[in-house]
């Protein structure tokens, strides 16, 4: 058999079985961080105990953090203070004729991934600590302050590098990634600024610095007795405050690791935050996406089965929805918008929650379809956004059905006295967003006294037969289906075991969305 509806979405890019992961972001590129490390070259002081006389420069490049941590190191990062959060891939079963919320069938959020975060050269201690020596950049006009450093080990008894600017000019040159901890003089002046301006904001300079490096460690160095200007620092942003002329190597030691600790804290809740609030969004998205079936008081049974392509992927495309208007006609819907992410998401619960307002109004074949087309249309951000459909109504004996296709693969049927077979396909209209102007014939199919009828999207034949480029397609399905019809399963079941196979018939988890739906007339 002919498939009977070519490929309309390309093949998304990423097949690799998981989404893009988030990583923390900052920091210069590699190019500029070669060209600091060039300037760090001839400002950096390596603090050792060994016979370097004082203030004697070293190579910044020598036992430097590296740009680019191994896999190895990555994993260690997220077990540590600032882990992963993830959030499981949605795999929602509805059921039954039931007017609860999407929670109360097993509908969870898609999943959303938020690897490990660490600021820019973090350093780790313990078991997973990085085999590199702790870097500080000290902003300081006074050249006498470096010296305070001098025989200041860190938590491991490594020594500890400084780099020394006297002005933020070249502490911008020397903030290359593997500076760990910035020690600023928040008295020093603002680049550009006159006195008198700088003089309306005592932190001027400190809120330069954060701006300039937002995901590094800052310690403010202030005049003894300024207890009350080093807590608004801390308040505005810094991760502690100490007294210039108070200081030495025990408190110093123990305030470094303390902000760079405290630092990767940060980072961690504000991304672990984010990745909540991700996670909500996306299911108020499923939600939309995913409704309630409004099938009371038909003999109908119904089952729904969604799964978003690629193992920690977004909301993708695909939506439906189920209603019975007052006549006793009940009406199916499944459709797909090209593309994944939750800007097809969105668009997809438009396009549903419009699909609902329009059969509920009375209108149903092709001038529903021309109506949602302009729907699209209007609220699509790309003109090459489209969207396929399929639309079933049920008449109120349950024995015959009008049906539209808009570039969607044919439903399939199942019946006792037959086998699985899909229904006609030949007049199948464009896709939605297309064809301006285009016309979708609705066909006229009989169902018999007992039926099975399933509508899927193009996630559900597309997925590889082994490790060849074959896919399944729907020959396969059709074959498939009838298989599990024949071991006796039905209704969530059935939609469970054949998402299933065709996942492991994938080799693992697909590329695409899968949404199916599945009605049932029992008499």
Do not use: C, K, M, W
């Given at each position: 058999m002919p498939v009977p509806v070519p490929r309309q979405r390309a093949i998304p890019a990423v097949e690799s079985g998981q989404a893009q992961a988030v990583h923390a972001v900052g920091g210069p590129s590699e190019e500029a961080a070669g060209r600091r490390e060039e300037q760090a070259c001839r400002n950096e002081t390596t603090v050792a105990n060994d016979t370097a006389p004082s203030g004697a420069h070293h190579d910044a490049r020598d036992g430097a953090h590296p740009h680019a941590q191994d896999d190895a190191q990555e994993d260690a990062q997220r077990n540590t203070r600032g882990g992963a959060l993830n959030v499981p891939p949605a795999d929602g079963v509805h059921h039954g004729v039931s007017t609860a919320g999407v929670s109360t069938v097993g509908v969870s959020a898609p999943g959303v991934a938020v690897t490990g975060v660490t600021?820019?050269?973090?350093?780790?201690?313990?078991?997973?600590?990085?085999?590199?020596?702790?870097?500080?950049?000290?902003?300081?006009?006074?050249?006498?302050?470096?010296?305070?450093?001098?025989?200041?080990?860190?938590?491991?008894?490594?020594?500890?590098?400084?780099?020394?600017?006297?002005?933020?000019?070249?502490?911008?040159?020397?903030?290359t990634d593997d500076v760990h901890c910035i020690l600023l003089d928040i008295a020093l002046p603002v680049p550009g600024r006159t006195s008198a301006a700088a003089g309306d904001d005592e932190l001027a300079v400190l809120r330069h610095v954060l701006r300039l490096a937002p995901r590094h460690a800052v310690l403010a160095l202030t005049a003894s007795g300024d207890a009350e200007r080093g807590a608004e620092a801390v308040r505005v942003g810094a991760q502690d405050y100490l007294f210039k002329d108070e200081l030495d190597g025990r408190l110093l030691s123990r305030a470094i690791r303390y902000a760079v600790e405290r630092k990767r804290s940060d980072t961690a809740e504000r991304r672990l935050a984010e990745g909540k609030l991700r996670a909500q969004e996306n299911a108020r998205l499923e939600r939309g996406l995913l409704p309630t079936p409004l099938l009371e008081g038909s003999p109908l049974r119904f089952a729904a089965r969604y799964r978003p392509g690629r193992s920690r992927a977004l909301l993708g495309g695909d939506f439906y929805d189920t209603v019975r208007t007052p006549d006793g006609t009940v009406h199916a819907m499944i459709g797909d918008v090209c593309g994944h992410g939750p800007d097809e998401a969105a668009l997809g619960v438009e396009l549903r929650i419009a699909w609902r307002a329009l059969t509920l109004a009375g209108l149903c074949g092709d001038q529903l379809l021309n109506t949602l087309q302009q729907v699209l249309e209007h609220e699509r951000d790309d003109d090459e956004i489209f969207a396929t459909l399929c639309t079933v109504d049920i008449a109120p004996d349950g024995r015959r059905a009008g049906l539209c296709l808009a570039g969607h693969p044919a439903p399939l049927i199942a019946r006792p006295d037959r086998p699985a077979r899909l229904l006609p396909y030949d007049n199948n209209g464009p896709a939605l967003g297309l064809l301006p102007g285009a016309r979708w014939p609705r066909m006229q199919v009989e169902l018999g006294a007992e039926w099975s009828l399933m509508l899927y999207t193009d996630g559900l034949i597309e997925g590889r037969i082994g490790e060849g480029r074959e896919r399944l397609g729907q020959d396969g399905m059709v074959e498939m289906i009838r298989r599990q019809l024949a071991e006796g399963l039905s209704g969530e079941a059935l939609l469970r075991a054949a998402v299933s196979e065709v996942r492991e018939l994938n080799g693992g988890e697909l590329t695409d969305d899968v949404a199916v739906v599945l009605l049932d007339r029992v008499p």
């Open positions: 600021a820019p050269g973090a350093y780790t201690t313990g078991a997973g600590a990085a085999h590199t020596p702790l870097t500080l950049l000290l902003i300081e006009d006074d050249p006498t302050a470096a010296p305070i450093f001098r025989d200041l080990p860190d938590s491991d008894g490594r020594p500890i590098r400084v780099r020394t600017a006297r002005n933020l000019t070249e502490a911008e040159r020397l903030l």
